[in-house]
C-alpha cells in the first residue's frame, strides 16, 4: 500500500491505496468525486480529464501516486457548492454544448484548460484542434465548439476563471 496526500478540488486529502491505482479510481471510488467519468481506460476519450497543478490531464492513466504532493481540480471543483455556474460550465449549458453528459466534464475540463493556454479569442479550427483527444459520441461538435468560444470571452470578465 502506498500513502498519498494531495489537494483536491482546495481540500486537503490522504488515502492508503494500492500503488497501481489510476486517479480516476482514486477520485471516483475513494473519494467519491463521480463527475470525472471512465470512458475508455486507454487515454483516448477524453472523459476522465483533470487538472494536475493546473494542467489538463487524462485521470485514466495517470497513477494516483504521480498526483502525491500536488493539486487535482475536478468538474466539481469549478464552482463552489452553492456558487453560479463556472462560466465554461454556463456556457455549455447556454449553447446546448452537450446531449447525454457523459463527454461534458472532460471537454468542460479541457476548455478551461485551453484557455489558460491559449487565450479567451479562440477560433473554431484551433477549439476543434484542441479537442482532438476528446470524443463525443452524441452530437457533431458544433455545439461544443460554439460553447467553447463562448465560455472563453465569458471567462475573460469573470473572477472564477
Known sequence: MAKISMIVNGNPVTGNIDPRTLLVQFLRENLRLTGTHVG????QCGACVVHLDGKAVKSCTTLAVMADGHEVKTIEGLAADGA????????????????????TPGMIMTAVDLVHRKGHDLSDHLIR????GNLCRCTGYQNIVASIAAGAKAMEKSDLA
Open 40 to 43: 475508455c481506460d486507454t487515454s
Open 84 to 103: 453560479p455556474l463556472h462560466p465554461m460550465q454556463e456556457a455549455f449549458r447556454e449553447h446546448h454544448g452537450l446531449q447525454c453528459g457523459f463527454c
Open 129 to 132: 484542434e484542441e479537442l482532438e
